[in-house]
Every structure is written in structure tokens, then in C-alpha cells.
């Protein structure tokens, strides 16, 4: 999954967009609907790809490098945070998932 997401970043480069600190030069494509749902489905991609993820690898270095990346994606992506807001009270993730989810959701700082 995670060679996907950068498949598409290659592909479509405004992608980076996800990142909040990656918008600069996209803001039109930032306008377009069709774009907005795009950003959407990737944020769907990388959330999905995380929950798979963080349901299946045991503790240890792996789960803490997993763990790491997700908090600091999902820190850095309001998209991505909006899509977990609205999906909070859904029951559509891993009880793993899930539970890192509200311990990040709390702490993220927006500037």
C-alpha cells in the first residue's frame, strides 16, 4: 500500500498536497472538486494502509516505526485528520487503530 500512495505522488505530484506544508503552488487544483476528492481518497489510501498495518504488526521496532509515521502523517495532514473526525463514531477501523487514533487526536497542534 505504501508503494501505491507513492505511486500516485509520482504520478500526480500535487498530491503532496495531503501535507498541509505541501500546498504551496497547488492552490487552484486545491479549488477543483475533482481534486478535493482526490485528496480524499489518497488520505482514505494512507489511512487504510495504516489500519491494516497497525492491526497487524506485533510490538516492537517495527510497530514503533509504524506508529512514529502515522503520528507524525496524520499531524501534518488536516485532510487526513477531517476524514478521521468524520469517521469517529463509525465502526470501520481496528480496536488497535482506533486506539492510537484518539490517544494522536487529542495532541494535534494546528498553526
Do not use: C
Amino acid at each position: 500500500m505504501l508503494l501505491e500512495f507513492n505511486k500516485q505522488l509520482i504520478a500526480d505530484p500535487a498530491l503532496w498536497a495531503i501535507y498541509d506544508t505541501e500546498r504551496d503552488g497547488f492552490e487552484s487544483r486545491l479549488k477543483e472538486k475533482e481534486f478535493q476528492l482526490k485528496l480524499r481518497a489518497m488520505g482514505n489510501l494512507l489511512i487504510n494502509m495504516f489500519d491494516l498495518t497497525l492491526s497487524q504488526v506485533p510490538a516492537g521496532p517495527e510497530r514503533t516505526a509504524w506508529l512514529s509515521y502515522f503520528r507524525n502523517v496524520v499531524s501534518r495532514s488536516t485532510t487526513l485528520e477531517m476524514i478521521l473526525k468524520e469517521h469517529d463514531e463509525l465502526d470501520v477501523y481496528s480496536p488497535e487503530f482506533l486506539a492510537e487514533w484518539k490517544a494522536l487526536k487529542g495532541s494535534i497542534k494546528r498553526t
